[in-house]
């Protein structure tokens, strides 16, 4: 289900493949799932340990991108306002941990580094709360109508291999609404539009956060879907959710149909075993052409044969004064490069959304 | 476990008669045929486990080929003669309240001493040992949210 999960998630290679990229979201996904996780814990087994880890995990989360703020403070506070409903004896160590979370939070508010950027460029519509909350609700619902029947369908599977191994819901949890869940994972899922739309206005959503909120919405599914029916079997001794080996093997049919069907498992594959060792044989020799060039010239060197899109998502650009181009030469010590031909495929990419690759720093 | 040492002993059995060449009774007895319903069974059992490994070796296997982006040049020029504490403060006074990735920013797997050396595949090995990483731990997460949500079934259910 984990690597699943993961792998149906992920659309831009910089969300795994660029250490920068993958460094501010991949952690805030580990992290959001790891304080969910921690919650629980807490709920069932309030103590200091457990405490420190979601308190932990909850302000690095918040720490590592706006989207994690955002999510672990909904979590926490949903959570703890349905325990306070509940009169229930974690209330307390809740609110705590809320209060904890808060301060992490207006750490990551409040950092100059915040006034720097926004003084940078000015969008249309940007801090607008109502224009913000409107573009959250209708990105997530234009998004999740691509996202809903593979995540249905992992979510099936996923479901009768639970049920295989004779897996049911922890008793705390049995007793959690699943419509409450429901809600919370979609104000979770719609929420997580929010800092982009409020900080950038009409500017598209960049294509990272889109993966993050994929991963969210991916495994928010499927944890609300075996709640429901977990539920269930835990409640009513697991007599009514039965798969017969008919149905099992309809659903893997199709399991598999959708993989070959989908091109991203084929690109995968030619990726590795075609493109991706004529890309890195072209670097390398980049490399080589950077460091033998003098200090004083500009460096123009040649497009890629071959773009492995698995891994490749950005490029040196044909015009000097372009500043992504000014990182490259800073790093090697010298004066410029640029390419010789614009590389289409990057082109294409961003083209669609060009204020996205301008302003996405 | 027992499914598995079931289905090692199946594959072993199978492998054992093909080698010794007893084809044509390989498909006759029924301890062959045992033996078979235990590798399908595993198969079945595990069947999205298999997939998902089968769909997810591509991805880990291709890191091998991966190359520093703008951003992480950008972060090296940045983190390049500057200690810890320098680069974070900079980091929160200029770039924003991302606390915890400057923090991680701090692991960028990339030579910083490039004067005149060119990046080697031996420079960027940990580079590319990053999304190995990256995966596993969201794999390890996800395993953990699942310990925290489901049980086996207990003894009074049954």
Same mark, same amino acid.
């Given at each position: 289900m984990a690597v699943l999960t993961a792998y149906l998630s992920f659309n831009h290679p910089e969300t795994i493949y660029g250490f920068i990229g993958a460094g501010a979201y991949t952690p805030s996904m580990m992290l959001l799932v790891l304080l969910a996780s921690n919650l629980i814990r807490l709920v069932k087994r309030p103590g200091k340990q457990i405490f420190l880890f979601a308190a932990l995990t909850g302000g690095m989360a918040i720490g590592a991108n706006e989207t994690g703020l955002v999510v672990a403070n909904v979590l926490v506070f949903s959570v703890m306002t349905y325990m306070f409903l509940k009169s229930h004896p974690a209330r307390m160590t809740l609110l705590s941990l809320f209060l904890v979370l808060t301060v992490f939070s207006l750490a990551a508010f409040l950092a100059p580094g915040n006034g720097f950027r926004d003084a940078t460029k000015e969008f249309q519509h940007e801090k607008e709360f109502f224009f913000a909350l409107g573009k959250s609700i209708s990105r997530f619902s234009l998004n999740s109508v691509y996202w809903v029947p593979i995540t249905a369908l992992t979510s099936l599977l996923t479901l009768e291999y639970a049920r295989r191994r004779e897996l049911v819901l922890k008793p705390v949890l049995a007793s959690i609404s699943p419509f409450l869940m429901v809600v919370v994972f979609l104000g979770c899922c719609v929420l997580s539009y929010f800092p982009n739309a409020w900080a950038r206005g009409v500017v598209n959503t960049a294509f990272r956060t889109v993966d993050v909120v994929q991963f969210i919405f991916t495994t928010g599914f499927i944890c609300c879907f075996l709640h429901y029916f977990l539920g269930r079997a835990s409640k009513e001794r697991q007599d009514d959710i039965v798969f017969g080996d008919t149905f099992r093997y309809v659903l893997i049919g199709v399991f598999l149909c959708t993989l070959y069907a989908s091109t991203k498992a084929k690109t995968h594959v030619t990726d590795l075993v075609r493109k991706a060792p004529a890309y890195d044989k072209d670097m390398m020799a980049r490399y080589q052409q950077v460091a033998a060039a003098s200090k004083t010239d500009t460096i123009v060197v040649l497009a890629l044969r071959?773009?492995?899109?698995?891994?490749?998502?950005d490029d040196i650009y044909p015009?000097?004064?372009?500043?992504?181009?000014?990182n490259v030469p800073t790093y090697f010590h010298k004066k410029a490069v640029r390419l010789k031909e614009p590389n289409r495929y990057i082109e294409a990419l961003y083209g669609m959304e060009p204020l996205e690759k301008q302003d996405d720093k | 476990m027992v499914h598995m040492q079931g289905a090692a002993s199946g594959c072993i059995l199978l492998f054992r008669r093909l080698l010794l060449g007893q084809i044509r009774t390989l498909m006759s007895t029924s301890q062959t045929k045992g033996a078979f319903r235990k590798v399908l069974d595993f198969a079945g059992d595990h069947f999205i486990v298999l997939v998902a490994i089968a769909v997810i070796a591509p991805l880990i296997a291709i890191s091998a080929y991966i190359h520093p982006v703008s951003d992480d040049y950008a972060f090296a020029n940045y983190f390049r003669g500057l200690n810890f504490k320098d680069f974070f403060i900079k980091m929160y006074t200029? =770039?924003?309240?991302?606390f915890f990735t400057f923090l991680f920013v701090?692991?960028?797997?990339?030579? =910083?001493?490039?004067n005149m050396m060119p990046l080697t595949a031996d420079d960027l090995l940990m580079y590319r040992i990053a999304p190995i990483l990256f995966l596993a731990g969201l794999a390890l997460s996800l395993h953990h949210l699942a310990g925290s949500l489901f049980q086996k079934v207990s003894q009074e259910q049954r």
């Amino acid at each position: 289900m984990a690597v699943l999960t993961a792998y149906l998630s992920f659309n831009h290679p910089e969300t795994i493949y660029g250490f920068i990229g993958a460094g501010a979201y991949t952690p805030s996904m580990m992290l959001l799932v790891l304080l969910a996780s921690n919650l629980i814990r807490l709920v069932k087994r309030p103590g200091k340990q457990i405490f420190l880890f979601a308190a932990l995990t909850g302000g690095m989360a918040i720490g590592a991108n706006e989207t994690g703020l955002v999510v672990a403070n909904v979590l926490v506070f949903s959570v703890m306002t349905y325990m306070f409903l509940k009169s229930h004896p974690a209330r307390m160590t809740l609110l705590s941990l809320f209060l904890v979370l808060t301060v992490f939070s207006l750490a990551a508010f409040l950092a100059p580094g915040n006034g720097f950027r926004d003084a940078t460029k000015e969008f249309q519509h940007e801090k607008e709360f109502f224009f913000a909350l409107g573009k959250s609700i209708s990105r997530f619902s234009l998004n999740s109508v691509y996202w809903v029947p593979i995540t249905a369908l992992t979510s099936l599977l996923t479901l009768e291999y639970a049920r295989r191994r004779e897996l049911v819901l922890k008793p705390v949890l049995a007793s959690i609404s699943p419509f409450l869940m429901v809600v919370v994972f979609l104000g979770c899922c719609v929420l997580s539009y929010f800092p982009n739309a409020w900080a950038r206005g009409v500017v598209n959503t960049a294509f990272r956060t889109v993966d993050v909120v994929q991963f969210i919405f991916t495994t928010g599914f499927i944890c609300c879907f075996l709640h429901y029916f977990l539920g269930r079997a835990s409640k009513e001794r697991q007599d009514d959710i039965v798969f017969g080996d008919t149905f099992r093997y309809v659903l893997i049919g199709v399991f598999l149909c959708t993989l070959y069907a989908s091109t991203k498992a084929k690109t995968h594959v030619t990726d590795l075993v075609r493109k991706a060792p004529a890309y890195d044989k072209d670097m390398m020799a980049r490399y080589q052409q950077v460091a033998a060039a003098s200090k004083t010239d500009t460096i123009v060197v040649l497009a890629l044969r071959q773009i492995p899109v698995t891994i490749h998502f950005d490029d040196i650009y044909p015009d000097v004064g372009n500043w992504r181009n000014i990182n490259v030469p800073t790093y090697f010590h010298k004066k410029a490069v640029r390419l010789k031909e614009p590389n289409r495929y990057i082109e294409a990419l961003y083209g669609m959304e060009p204020l996205e690759k301008q302003d996405d720093k | 476990m027992v499914h598995m040492q079931g289905a090692a002993s199946g594959c072993i059995l199978l492998f054992r008669r093909l080698l010794l060449g007893q084809i044509r009774t390989l498909m006759s007895t029924s301890q062959t045929k045992g033996a078979f319903r235990k590798v399908l069974d595993f198969a079945g059992d595990h069947f999205i486990v298999l997939v998902a490994i089968a769909v997810i070796a591509p991805l880990i296997a291709i890191s091998a080929y991966i190359h520093p982006v703008s951003d992480d040049y950008a972060f090296a020029n940045y983190f390049r003669g500057l200690n810890f504490k320098d680069f974070f403060i900079k980091m929160y006074t200029e =770039l924003g309240g991302r606390f915890f990735t400057f923090l991680f920013v701090t692991l960028l797997p990339m030579p =910083l001493d490039t004067n005149m050396m060119p990046l080697t595949a031996d420079d960027l090995l940990m580079y590319r040992i990053a999304p190995i990483l990256f995966l596993a731990g969201l794999a390890l997460s996800l395993h953990h949210l699942a310990g925290s949500l489901f049980q086996k079934v207990s003894q009074e259910q049954r």
